[in-house]
């Protein structure tokens, strides 16, 4: 008899692809969902409704711009009522003090705010408009709100020696954690790849930064947390604690995914929502059996010590860099294709080409 796999206990809920920036690491799609296309308020409250009566007790509602959608409240209070634990993903544009308020009566509890670069002038740049200052005040208005309020940063070549300088920040901004994730290479992020892709002296000179700020940083401050990068380790990390094994995704459409890219594979025909029960879909649909577990993996990985701890790897990475989703990722040293990141890694330049960015109103807003 087979087992039925375990409950996941998070959701990453992409509310909309809309969004005031235009970073170029940006992991979603290139082909963006538009506004006509988003779930309504009934069917992600029915979803928050599912996913709680399912074992769900996390939230990231996230996007693009979470803050766009002008029923977020309601959003929030269907998943307060489920019993699943909300943390708003924005870059703060639009956070004011009425908007924060309204949350916070709905339920919200905890914010993950975004920052491009310590520089105000160099993050407006990384961002694609002016925005600094309004993380700022966003930040400002949490920390008076009372909530938990978390940093994070995607590093690359244009703000990797800025790490101090972001630690520093972080708490003169008062928050209670600091994420420094190197740039992870899908949708718009792997078309700037070799734009965004660092020195191996760059994230020498950043790793060692944070090493001395963790012995400095009292017990009690803020956790700092190094998100290691794919393309320079030689270790393959595990694909979200393992394909649809504790995490699912949910996109603006309503198609439910075991990682926020997985829609890149081909044939993994995702199910929607509209379409399965939440329970269905991760108890029986394909897209989400595929890859879960190890019984799939072919060698180097069915024989490895490490098979249940990194699960091959990413499946979507080991299909953007090789074109095949079953291989072993080649982040990892013991891959027969790791010689492609290595040389990755090894090539780059002083200067890469310039940042490629989705345009303003392409998805029918101005």
């Known amino acids: 008899m087979t087992t039925a796999p375990a409950r996941p206990w998070a959701l990453l809920a992409e509310l909309t692809h809309v969004c005031p920036l235009h970073c170029g690491y940006c992991s979603n799609p290139l082909e963006l969902t538009r506004r006509s296309s988003e779930l309504s308020t009934e069917q992600w409250t029915d979803l928050m409704r599912q996913a709680g ?23 929030v209070t269907s998943a307060e009522t489920a019993g699943i634990y909300t943390q708003l993903v ?41 925005s600094f200052a309004e993380k700022q005040e966003a930040a400002t208005l949490v ?5 938990p309020l978390g940093l994070n940063v995607v590093l690359h070549r244009e703000n990797l020696d800025a790490v101090d300088a972001l630690i520093e920040l972080g708490l003169s ?19 700037n790849r070799t734009a965004l892709l660092p020195s191996r002296d760059q994230l020498a000179r950043a790793r060692d930064a944070v090493d001395r700020w963790r012995e400095r940083l009292t017990p009690g401050g803020p956790d700092l947390v190094w998100v ?28 439910v995914l075991p990682c926020p890219a997985a829609a890149s594979l081909p044939g993994l025909d995702p199910p929607n929502i509209r379409d399965h029960p939440l329970a269905w879909i991760w108890d029986h649909s394909p897209a989400f059996s595929r890859y ?19 699960f091959g790897g990413c ?24 010689a492609l990141v290595r040389a990755l890694a090894d090539d780059i330049t002083d200067e890469g080409p310039a940042i490629r960015r989705r345009t303003p109103g392409s998805l029918g807003v101005g």
Not at 178 to 189: M, P, S, V
């Open 53 to 75: 009566g399912f074992g769900v007790v996390h939230t990231h509602l996230s996007g693009g711009e979470p803050l766009l959608r002008r029923d977020l409240e309601q959003i």
């Open 90 to 130: 924005t870059s703060g544009v639009g956070l004011d003090r009425a908007r924060l308020s309204a949350l916070v009566s709905a339920g919200l509890r905890s914010v993950q705010l975004s920052v491009q670069h310590a520089d105000p002038h160099a993050s407006d740049r990384i961002a694609g408009r002016r």
């Open 143 to 147: 920390r008076a709100a009372g909530l």
């Open 173 to 191: 901004w008062g928050v209670d954690r600091i994420e420094l994730a190197n740039t992870q290479f899908y949708g718009w992020g792997l078309l």
């Open 228 to 255: 290691v990068p794919d393309y320079f380790d030689g270790v393959a990390k595990p694909c979200m604690g393992g394909w649809g094994a504790v995490s699912l995704t949910v996109t603006p459409d309503g198609t």
């Open 292 to 310: 879960r577990g190890t019984d799939w993996m072919a060698e180097p990985c069915r024989g490895c010590s490490r098979r249940d701890e990194d």
């Open 315 to 338: 499946r979507c990475q080991a299909y953007a860099l090789t074109g095949d989703a079953a291989r072993t990722d080649p982040a990892c040293r013991l891959s027969p294709d790791h």
